[in-house]
Each structure stands twice: as structure tokens, then as C-alpha cells.
């Protein structure tokens, strides 16, 4: 039966997909409202031709709306009968088809591929949610509203003829102080053509040049392009609104219909090829992907925060611009000479941001400032001057470095307020170098609401993601380290109030405290952990001084960091800063006299003690041990400790009758606290062994450093440092009692274990590289001893600096070497700079400078100079006496020296006074029988054998011993 009036809509569709069919008349019957009829074949009447009702349908209807899935595709009918009716008459612009996709098909192989579809082809309606799939419906309906509302040869636009001229939309002119990127740019040049999806997203912190980059992209190939377009893409709004309205710069038909404008645009994008789509600020994906031709047919360069991109496009970051490439630029941008005082110091500033180089340039450039006066100013106001944009060659990014970051923060605190809060706690850490178990493993001191998200391993991950998605945060997975850029830090650190940035400083150094090893005495063991921690350590220690952050958690981490710098890398000065803020904090947290002070106490004396400031470290040790005395108990490891602080400086002073008894009493406390086989147990063994060795006592010293050595290997194992240590104890005990062959494989296998569990480069491991050198060089074998003098002085250069009083120690022992080899002159460089350290470091009055003034005397004493050597030996004496007392043993060894140059000169009478007084000292400080009171009682019977026979040379100096 014919109809009454031609149908508009016909619906083309297979009956296995009747039940979608069903769905669609819902949404297509408030269009009988408006005069527009379609038509389906169960429309046909009983009795009716069918095919001929099919044919005037098809042949009269001014849209067509086919219903795609595989069913729709392998039907035989609609292939053979109504396709090409279709399809014929689309070509000649007589009907628009409309491909409403129902399910994954191979539509993309089929006829209908040219043909805009409904929805998105990546996603047909079954695979939508029930709200997408009614929202997708409800798209439908108004698509075939308009359509019909509007002249078919006006709905389907037809283009205009092709121009020759090209189309160049880009609205930023071009940059001429764009510098460096040429690697980006490169990768560019090979993605687009040749990767499958032809498109690249330029992902990066935002002011980081991504838009500055697709533009010079864009300008350096726009011969390549016959077309090239620019769309803003900030928001679903404006990217819609930017992609709409280039069908008037495409020179098609427009309509007022939003919808219909992007439809025409897409179409002629899916159509042609020879064109370039930038898309800037793309953030939100899922608004800009259902625009873009699938498969791509021209070129897409996206930019974004958002790294998550792969499955729209190639994935670039665009990083800080490198050193030499940010100098350059803001050169350019300010108009100075790429040589300017303070260019790179500034650039580096500055973290190689493009937007705030950009900046900190056209503030040079207005005020006529130099890099240095710039940078001296940006250190005291930088909040202010990163606020600072100006107007000019702004184009791209208008706003200032601070409007800029505090909109992603807002954008991103919208999202997920808790995201906000981390990346505010890590504004208070080291932006290179933020562990992910500072935010795991302190969790709990992040505050009520982030302790629990972070706690939580999902809801962390979530969080973190927010971040990374807004490029305020990198994550750098194989390491587990996050990175965060230094201006972001500054921005977001100056945006809240001193009370607020006291609250999160606290509460990232009490993370990071929480992330510390629990025990306070830092163990071998523990020093990666420290090692991967401390920049952050170092940042939370310049908190603590900023904001007066004096908790016990701080005293703590001050406390063990100290430690590490101590024992690790002998950096004494930073390791005596950080003890004393430590000390300064449990004084008045917890008062003079608790163990934590005690503790503190302690560490300092010892870097005193280190550093040769005796009279220093005295009261500090007396004072701690009175503290564990009282609050600890007489037996307690801690007052062991002190005991073993204390002996040691006596010891190393020479006072061996006050340093015995607590030697004595410290191992006795630990071997009743700690245990016969403890660590500490095995290094109260050593301290006494080596009393018993400075006293010549070998005989006592031996068992000792024996069972010391026992223990740690059992303890701690054969590979620890201070297992080493015992080795090095031993083998001085061997050398010292002349059992070379003995010393020699303990010597060399301390050097292994040092080399391996220390490194290369460690002060420990020059000690032992010194103490091989030393035992070679009593052999006589000088070519092994000489490069291990010298590769332990080149350590200890490099590590603990030219200036260090251990530096002077190497210096005089290859001095030493030399000398014994006849090379006086090399000799005599050594021993003058080693002088010249002794007194700039530790002053002119203390016992190692009298050291080298000995050294220095013998060797002109060698040469037959003793006039140069006379007051040299004169003035060791003095500072020996003054310092250490009339009767240490280094008193002995400098009246011993200077006897011998009298004697030599046959002053036997001041010889033979010197002499007595030296036996005196050490026979009472070192016993009968040590091996320097043999010598000097040796001497001393020359001395008076030559003074008999007066008139005549007196014996060869090289029987008189200096020591």
C-alpha cells in the first residue's frame, strides 16, 4: 500500500537486532510530534508487495538510519538491495546516512566507514553503561531533529572546491627566543609520520613549553601541511566550542547546531590527510578523543598534563630545559651577553622552567637588572618576583609561574583534596628526591585525614595518581623515588601561612623520621637506608632551624643523620652542626640530666675527640657519664659506653693509669649486660688491647685483640667493617712485635673487606691502605709501600679535604718514604705542607702539630742541618709539655729527638739530660720492657760512654735512635 506522505527517516536494520530496533522508536516517536514520519519494514501490511514498499522507502526517504552490528553486515539483503540504493544516492547528496553502531562490528572495513556514526565507534552502544546508553539515544534523537529541520543539501555539507592556498591557524606568533628542544622537535619529526596512531601527546609540568614546542613544531613544517589547525582545548566547553569553529576557517557550510559543526568538522578531518591538528591543554581525554578520526588520517600533537595518553597518542614528557639551553634563553630573552656573571647560577635557580626563565628575562630586560642582581634578588623575594608575569611575548602563557601552579592546585584539590595535602607534604621534602617510603612508612604523622588514605594501599595509589595526572609529581618507578620541581615547591610552600608551613614541615620530618631505622646508634648495616634519605634529611634539618621544630623525633633523626656523616663519610664539621641541634632539643625537651642528653653528649665529645680538641671533649664525657651513673644505673651498657668514650681520650693523652680502670670496668658491664660474644663486648676488648699495646704490654694485648676478632666475625661477620677493624688491630699488634709474615694477609685482608663494604673512596679504607703501606715500608719495600701512601693520601684529599689533619697524616708518611729513599727534596714539600695543615686545622700548640715539627727536624737533622733542625725540636718539646703534660709518652718521644741531635753535635751533657728525663717518663708510663724504653736507655748508656771519652767523635747518629 503506498503512503500517504514519503517517509523522512528509513531505518535500515537486520531482524536479529530487533529488540534494539524497539529501544529506538521510543526515541524516535516525539518526532510524529513534529511532522516527521520513518519507516521500518514491519511496517508492511499483510498482502502488500514488500519489496516494492522497500523500494519507495529507500528511494524516497531523505535520511537513512542504519542500524550497524556483524548481523547488520552479513546480511545478504541489505549488502545486495539497500546499500547500494543508499549509497548511490548519497553521492549524488540526495540522503544522509546516519551508521548507529549497536555493537563491535567490522564497521571499519565496511562501506559505511566514511559515514560520521553514532556513538563513537570505539564505543557502540552495548558496551556503554544504561546512562550512556540512554544519553547515546537521546544524541540520536537530536541528531535526526536537526537533520530533518535542515535542507539535505545543507545537512550534508558539501564542500567547497578544494583552494591551493594553504590554511596556517595558529594564534601565538612565532617565538624568536625559542631555544634548544631540537631532540623533541626531532622525535616529533619521526612519531607522527610513521607511528600507527599518528598522533603525540607533549605531556610536562604546565609552563613548561609544550605549547611553545607544538607551535615551533608547527612553523618549522608548515610547508609539509596543506592544512594546520589549532584548537584550545582547556575545558569540554571550550574544546568544543574551538572544534566547532573550524569549519569556518575549513571553508564549509555552517550551521548554528554545535553538534552539526563538529560532525562536519570530523568528517572533513576523516577525509583528507595532508593536515596537522594541534590540541592545546588537552587534559581531559575522554572530551577530545570522540573528535579525532579513527583511523587516523593526518597528524595530532596534544599538549597536557596528563601522561596517561598512550591510548590516544606517543607519549613525550617535556623536561627541564638543561643548564647551558636555560642560560641561553635567558640571555636571549633579556637581551645580555650569553657570557653575563651569574647566568648559569641563575638558570639553575630557576630549575630550567621556561616560564619562569621567561619571566625572570622580561623583568631583567624592563628593570635593566644583571643575572647576578637578579638572582640575589629572587633569593630574598622570589614568592614576589614568580608572581611577577608582565604582558609582553605572553601569547601562550599569560599568567605568572604563581597563577599558574595555583591553579593546578585548585583544579587538582577540586578532584582530591587529599592529593592537595601530599603534595603539599612534599613541598617540605627534597623536590629531587622523595623516597615513596617517607609516605608509606610515616603514614601515621601525616595527619588525621591522610594518615589513614596513605595507610591504605589503594587509596594511596589513587591519590599519587591525581598528581602524577596534574605533572606536579613525577614517579620515577625503578628507583621509588617521586620528583617534584623546585619552583612548584617555593609556590606552594610561600602560599600558606608561617603557622602552616611550621604544622607541614613537622609533619613531613616526623614521616621521615618514621622511615629512620628505630635503634639511635646507626649500624653498618643501615647506611643505604641513610644514604637514599639524606637529601631529605638534609632539608628537614634546614626546617628545624627555620621553623624551631624541636620535637624528640627531630633530636632523634638529627641525632643518628650526625652519626652517619661521622662514620660514613668523616664530614666532622656537618656531623658536629646537626649534634649540636640535636643536643640543643633534648636539653630542653627532656633537661640536663637524661640519657638522651647523655647520648647527644657523647657524639659531640667524640668529633672533638676526632678532631684532636681534647680539651674540648673532656667535660662533655665526664658530664654524660654522670648522667648514665644517675639516671641509668652503674651497669648499664649506655654508662659502658661513656666509660669507653672517657678511657679513650685519656689514652690517647697518655694517661694509661686513668684510662685502665674504665676500660676495665666497661667491658665488664657489657660482658654482664650485653654478653661475651656482643659487638660491644668485642670492641671494649679492643680498647683494652690497645692500651696494653701503647704500654708495650703485647703479651696482654695479644688474647685480646684475638677474641675481639673472634667475636665480630661470629657477630657480625667476617665481611663487616668492624671486623676489618679487628684485622687492623691484630696485624699492628704483629708489626709492632716484628711478626711481619704474621701481619701481612691480616693487613691485606682488612684493605678487602674495607674496599667492599666501604668503597674505594672511604677514609677507613685509606687507613687501611696506609697501614700495609707502613708495614711494606719497615721491610724496605719501598716500590709496594709508595703507591699505597699514595692512593691513601688521594682519598682522604677527596674525601675529607686538603686541610684535614688525616690528610697531613698521609702527607708526612709519604714524606717518610721518601726520606728513608734519599728524595730529600720531595721529603721536604711533604713535610712543610703537612706542617702548614697541622697548624691552619688543629692550631699551632697541638700534639699533632708537634708531630710534624718532629718530622720536619729529622729530616734536616739527616742532612746535617741542625740549625734548622734545633728550634723545630725545641718547639715540639714545648707543645708537648703544655698540651699533653711533662710525663706523656709523646713528651718522651720529643725529648728522646732532641737528645739525639745534641748528642750528635756532642752537647753530651743536655743529651744526658734529656735522656734521663725520657727514660724516667716512659718506664713509669710504658714499663721496662716496651721496646722505646730499651731504646732510650740504649742511648743514654752511649751518651755517657762518649761524654767519658771527651776530646773524641762521638758515635754515629745512627746508633743514637730518635722515636
Known amino acids: 500500500m503506498a503512503h500517504p ?28 510530534e513534529h511532522g516527521i514520519s520513518y519507516w521500518e519494514d514491519s511496517q508492511i501490511q499483510a498482502g502488500e508487495d514488500w519489496r516494492k514498499e522497500i523500494e519507495q522507502a529507500l528511494n524516497t526517504a531523505s535520511i537513512a538510519l542504519c542500524l550497524v552490528s556483524q548481523n547488520f553486515l552479513a546480511s545478504d539483503f541489505i549488502h545486495q538491495v539497500e546499500l547500494p540504493t543508499l549509497l548511490r544516492r548519497a553521492e549524488q547528496n540526495d540522503v544522509l546516512i546516519i551508521p548507529f553502531l549497536l555493537k563491535f562490528s567490522i564497521f571499519s572495513d565496511s562501506e559505511l566507514e566514511p559515514f560520521l556514526a553514532l556513538p563513537d565507534p570505539k564505543t557502540p552502544l552495548t558496551s556503554l553503561s544504561s546512562s550512556k546508553q540512554e544519553e547515546a539515544l537521546c544524541h540520536l534523537y537530536k541528531r535526526l531533529k536537526q537533520a530533518i529541520k535542515t535542507p539535505v543539501s545543507t545537512t550534508v ?32 619529526k619521526d612519531i607522527l609520520p610513521t607511528h600507527p596512531r599518528k598522533a603525540v601527546a607533549l605531556w610536562g609540568l604546565p609552563g613548561i613549553g609544550k605549547t611553545q614546542i607544538a607551535a615551533q613544531y608547527a612553523y618549522q613544517h608548515r610547508s609539509q601541511y596543506q592544512t594546520v589547525l589549532w584548537v584550545q582545548a582547556e575545558n569540554p566547553d571550550m574544546l568544543r566550542s574551538s572544534f566547532a569553529a573550524l569549519d569556518t576557517l575549513l571553508g564549509l557550510s555552517s550551521v548554528s547546531e554545535q553538534q552539526i559543526r563538529i560532525d562536519m568538522v570530523r568528517q572533513w578531518l576523516n577525509k583528507h590527510h595532508d593536515w596537522l591538528l594541534i590540541a592545546d591543554n588537552a587534559n581531559d581525554l575522554s572530551s577530545i578523543e570522540p573528535l579525532l578520526p579513527s583511523p587516523p588520517s ?72 644583571n643575572p647576578q642582581d637578579y638572582l640575589d634578588l629572587y633569593r630574598r623575594h622570589a614568592p614576589k618576583l614568580l608572581d611577577q608575569r608582565g604582558d609582553v611575548h605572553a601569547h601562550d602563557h599569560p599568567e605568572s609561574v604563581v597563577k599558574t601552579c595555583a591553579l593546578s592546585f585548585e583544579k587538582m584539590a577540586s578532584e582530591s583534596p587529599a592529593a592537595q595535602a601530599l603534595l603539599t607534604v612534599c ?40 598528581m602524577y595526572r596534574y605533572a606536579l609529581l613525577r614517579r620515577h618507578a625503578a628507583e621509588r623515588l617521586l620528583t617534584m620541581h623546585r619552583l612548584v615547591q617555593t609556590v606552594l610552600k610561600h602560599s600558606l601561612s608561617e603557622a602552616q608551613q611550621s604544622l607541614w614541615a613537622e609533619r613531613a620530618s616526623a614521616a621521615l623520621a618514621l622511615t629512620l631505622p628505630p635503634e639511635e646508634r646507626v649500624e653498618f648495616e643501615h647506611w643505604p637506608i641513610y644514604k637514599r634519605l639524606l637529601p631529605c634529611l638534609q632539608k628537614s634539618f634546614a626546617h628545624q632551624q627555620e621553623y624551631s621544630l624541636n620535637t624528640a623525633s627531630m633530636a632523634r633523626m638529627l641525632s643518628q643523620t650526625a652519626q652517619y656523616f661521622y ?42 675527640h676526632t678532631q684532636g680538641h681534647y680539651a674540648e671533649a673532656l667535660p662533655l664525657l665526664q658530664q654524660a657519664l654522670n648522667i648514665c651513673q644517675n639516671s641509668l644505673g652503674e651497669e648499664h651498657s649506655d654508662t659502658a659506653t661513656s666509660l669507653n668514650n672517657l678511657a679513650g681520650l685519656y689514652r690517647v693523652q697518655g694517661q694509661y693509669a686513668q684510662a685502665l680502670p674504665l676500660y676495665q670496668q666497661a667491658l665488664c658491664i657489657r660482658q654482664n649486660s650485653l654478653g661475651g660474644e656482643h659487638s660491644d663486648t668485642a670492641i671494649s676488648l679492643n680498647n683494652l688491647a690497645a692500651l696494653y699495646q701503647a704500654q708495650g704490654q703485647y703479651a696482654q694485648a695479644l688474647p685480646l685483640f684475638q677474641r675481639a676478632l673472634k667475636i665480630c666475625q661470629n657477630s657480625l661477620g667476617k665481611d663487616h667493617p668492624d671486623t676489618a677493624t679487628s684485622l687492623n688491630n691484630l696485624a699492628g699488634l704483629y708489626q709492632a712485635q716484628g711478626q711481619y709474615a704474621q701481619a701481612l694477609p691480616l693487613f691485606q685482608q682488612a684493605l678487602s673487606i674495607r674496599q667492599n663494604s666501604l668503597g674505594q ?14 708495614l711494606y715500608r719497615v721491610q724496605g719495600e719501598y716500590v709496594q709501600a709508595l703507591p699505597l701512601f699514595q692512593q691513601a693520601l688521594s682519598i682522604r684529599q677527596n674525601s675529607l679535604g686538603q686541610e684535614h689533619p688525616d690528610t697531613a697524616n698521609s702527607l708526612n708518611n709519604l714524606a717518610a718514604l721518601y726520606q728513608v729513599q734519599g728524595e730529600y727534596a720531595q721529603a721536604l714539600l711533604l713535610y712543610q705542607q703537612a706542617l702548614k695543615i697541622c697548624q691552619n686545622s688543629l692550631g699551632k700548640d697541638h700534639p699533632h702539630t708537634a708531630n710534624s715539627l718532629n718530622n720536619l727536624a729529622a729530616l734536616y737533622q739527616v742532612q746535617g742541618e741542625y740549625a734548622q733542625a734545633l728550634p723545630l725540636y725545641q718547639q715540639a718539646l714545648k707543645i708537648c709539655q703544655n698540651s699533653l703534660g711533662k710525663d706523656h709518652p709523646h713528651t718522651a718521644n720529643s725529648l728522646n729527638n732532641l737528645a739525639v741531635l745534641y748528642a750528635e753535635q756532642a752537647q753530651y751533657t743536655k743529651a744526658r739530660h734529656l735522656l734521663e728525663q725520657a727514660l724516667k717518663i716512659r718506664t713509669r708510663t710504658l714499663g721496662q720492657r716496651h721496646p722505646d724504653t730499651r731504646r732510650t736507655k740504649k742511648s743514654l748508656q752511649q751518651v755517657k760512654y762518649a761524654a767519658k771519652r771527651s776530646g773524641q767523635a762521638p758515635h754515629p747518629p745512627s746508633k743514637l735512635k730518635k722515636r
Open 5 to 32: 506522505m514519503s517517509p523522512q527517516i528509513f531505518i535500515s536494520y537486520s531482524r536479529e537486532d530487533a529488540e534494539y530496533l524497539d529501544r529506538i522508536k521510543k526515541y524516535l516517536k516525539p518526532l510524529e
Open 157 to 188: 555539507p558539501e564542500e567547497k572546491p578544494a583552494t591551493p592556498e594553504r590554511l596556517f591557524h595558529i594564534p601565538i606568533p612565532e617565538n624568536h627566543f625559542f631555544t634548544g628542544r631540537d631532540t623533541l622537535l626531532a622525535r616529533l
Open 298 to 369: 593526518g597528524h595530532v600533537i596534544f599538549t597536557t598534563w596528563n601522561k596517561a595518553v598512550s591510548r590516544l597518542a606517543v607519549p613525550l614528557e617535556v623536561e627541564e630545559l638543561p643548564t647551558d639551553d636555560s642560560a641561553a634563553f635567558l640571555a636571549r630573552r633579556a637581551g645580555i651577553a650569553s657570557d653575563s656573571p651569574g647566568l648559569k647560577a641563575l638558570s639553575r635557580e630557576l630549575g630550567g622552567w621556561p616560564l619562569a626563565l621567561d619571566q625572570a628575562g622580561a623583568y631583567m630586560e624592563y628593570h635593566q637588572k
Open 427 to 466: 613541598a617540605f621534602l627534597h623536590p629531587d628526591s622523595i623516597p615513596e617510603d617517607i609516605l608509606f612508612t610515616g603514614a601515621s604523622a601525616l595527619g588525621e585525614t591522610l594518615a589513614p588514605i596513605m595507610a591504605n594501599e589503594w587509596e594511596r595509589e589513587e591519590v599519587l595518581a591525581v
Open 567 to 608: 662514620d660514613q663519610h668523616a664530614e666532622y664539621a656537618t656531623a658536629e652542626a646537626w649534634v649540636i641541634a640535636s643536643l640543643s632539643i633534648r636539653e630542653k625537651l627532656f633537661g640536663t640530666e637524661h640519657p638522651d642528653t647523655a647520648f647527644s653528649l657523647n657524639n659531640l665529645a667524640r668529633l672533638h
Open 761 to 774: 673512596e672511604h677514609p677507613d679504607t685509606a687507613s687501611s691502605l696506609s697501614s700495609l703501606a707502613g
